[in-house]
C-alpha cells in the first residue's frame, strides 16, 4: 500500500488541485497536479468505469504502479483519474499509461532515474568543454 503520508485523501485536498492544477491526459488515464513540497497522490474512479469491485481493483493497481515510482516522483499533490473503459486495460497497459502521463508532467525523469534538469547541465557542460 501507498505509505500514509504520500497518500492524498482529503475532499478538500481533491478539490483543490482540481481546481488549481495542470492536466495531462490519455485517452483512459488522466492526471492532475501541483507542484508542492510534499509527494501526495490520490486516485479517483469514477462509477462510469464499473461497479464497486472493479473500481477497487483497479485503484488497488494504481496503487501498486504508484508506490514503485514514488522515490521517483518530484514533489506534487497529483490526482490520477480513470475513465470509461478503464476497466479494460491490463496491469501492464495502465503501468505504461501511468509512464507515459508522469514523463508529459515532467514529474519524472527517465527511466534511467536522471531528470530533465540533469540532462540541462549535462549538454551545457559538454558546450563548455567543446569551447576550451
Excluded at 39 to 51: A, E, L, T
Excluded at 76 to 86: E, N, R, Y
Amino acid at each position: 500500500m501507498l505509505s500514509k503520508i504520500n497518500r492524498l485523501t482529503k475532499r478538500g485536498s481533491f478539490t483543490f488541485v482540481y481546481n488549481k492544477g495542470e492536466r495531462k491526459a490519455l485517452s483512459l488515464v488522466g492526471l492532475v497536479f501541483i507542484k508542492s513540497k510534499a509527494k501526495r497522490i490520490g486516485f479517483s474512479v469514477p462509477n462510469k468505469v464499473g461497479k464497486a469491485v472493479v473500481r477497487n481493483r483497479l485503484k488497488r493497481q494504481m496503487r501498486a504502479i504508484v508506490r514503485e515510482r514514488v522515490s521517483k516522483i518530484a514533489p506534487c499533490q497529483a490526482v490520477f483519474t480513470l475513465k470509461a473503459g478503464a476497466d479494460k486495460l491490463s496491469f501492464s497497459e495502465l503501468s505504461k499509461n501511468v509512464d507515459n502521463l508522469l514523463r508529459r508532467s515532467k514529474l519524472v525523469g527517465d527511466v534511467n532515474g536522471s531528470t530533465s534538469t540533469n540532462k540541462a547541465i549535462l549538454t551545457t557542460d559538454s558546450k563548455d568543454k567543446k569551447q576550451q
